[in-house]
């Protein structure tokens, strides 16, 4: 087994590496202007110029202070989603693969109901009548808080999306692989864990890297159920002082600021993690 993975590994390696002879000739015939990220240089300065009204501004002081203190909420929503989302979509991405014919349906039924509602009218189902109910059903009624039933919901939603990343990474691993491990000795949970995983790990970070970005602005949904978040503070403050510009400019700042410095972040995670590919071992 440990010849298998190798010896395909450095075929794909040498195919790369054999690209670069004609990348760097390519690259170096054509004028460096042509090579620049531009496009880095406009958002980076979009978000320059809207700090600094933000910061500057002193119409948008209150705005600050009335928005601001949201923004920890924010992250936390999206960290503890993404952790209970990754959770559930081990669960049931494991589960559609499964030889176990329960696992399987129950896992693919659970995938389609979820995809198959848009994701508000959801939230509103999960947090305000299936989580109630089963609260009510284990005999601690209203025991979940509001802001920990819309976190739930959120990432009830986005396990099912994430499951199908988890199934297609470890459908995309040879067959092979599996038989080598067993042929080793390995019992099938272990060959998944220490075989299987870490090849399918290459194709399942970056989508998932996505789905953290995608929930990251998707707990904005959560201030309809009056979670304190960035978009409800923002919502409270223009319909109280009426300064709708303010509140809405503060606000759509506040996430650029997150979601671009969250993918730089994920981008330097996910070039280390693959660095291999091209021989900086």
Do not use: H
């Not at 960290?79 to 991405?93: H, R, T």
């Not at 109630?132 to 999306?161: C, F, H, K, Q, W």
């Not at 099938?188 to 299987?196: L, Y």
């Amino acid at each position: 087994m440990a010849g298998g993975p190798s010896l395909q590994s450095a075929g794909k390696y040498r195919g790369e590496d054999s690209l670069l002879p004609y990348t760097k000739i390519r690259n170096e015939s054509e004028p460096p202007w042509k090579n620049q990220p531009y496009w880095a240089y406009i958002v980076g300065l979009v978000i320059l110029a809207m700090g600094i009204k933000v910061f500057v501004d002193v119409d948008y002081e209150l705005a600050r202070k009335n928005i601001f203190p949201g923004i920890w909420l924010t992250i936390r929503a999206t960290i503890i989603a993404f952790g209970l989302a990754l959770l559930i979509s081990l669960i049931v991405g494991l589960g559609q693969i499964s030889k176990n014919v329960v696992a399987k349906n129950l896992s693919r039924a659970y995938i389609e109901i979820v995809r198959g509602i848009p994701v508000l009218p959801l939230i509103f189902v999960l947090a305000l009548v299936i989580i109630p109910d089963i609260s009510e059903a284990a005999g601690a009624p209203n025991s979940v808080p509001t802001d920990l039933r819309a976190i739930l919901a959120l990432a009830m939603i986005y396990g099912a999306y994430m499951a199908e990343i988890i199934r297609g990474g470890v459908q995309s691993i040879p067959r092979g692989q599996m038989e080598a491990g067993r042929a080793l000795g390995l019992s099938s949970r272990a060959t998944m864990r220490s075989v299987i995983f870490p090849q399918a790990a290459r194709a399942i970070i970056p989508p998932m890297a996505n789905d953290f970005i995608a929930i990251l602005k998707d707990t904005s949904l959560l201030s309809i159920l009056g979670v304190l978040e960035i978009t409800r503070r923002a919502r409270q403050y223009s319909a109280s002082s009426f300064k709708f510009p303010e509140a809405f400019f503060t606000m759509t700042f506040v996430y650029l600021t997150l979601v671009i410095g969250l993918s730089i972040l994920l981008s330097m995670f996910e070039r280390r993690f693959n660095r291999d590919r091209v021989g900086e071992r």
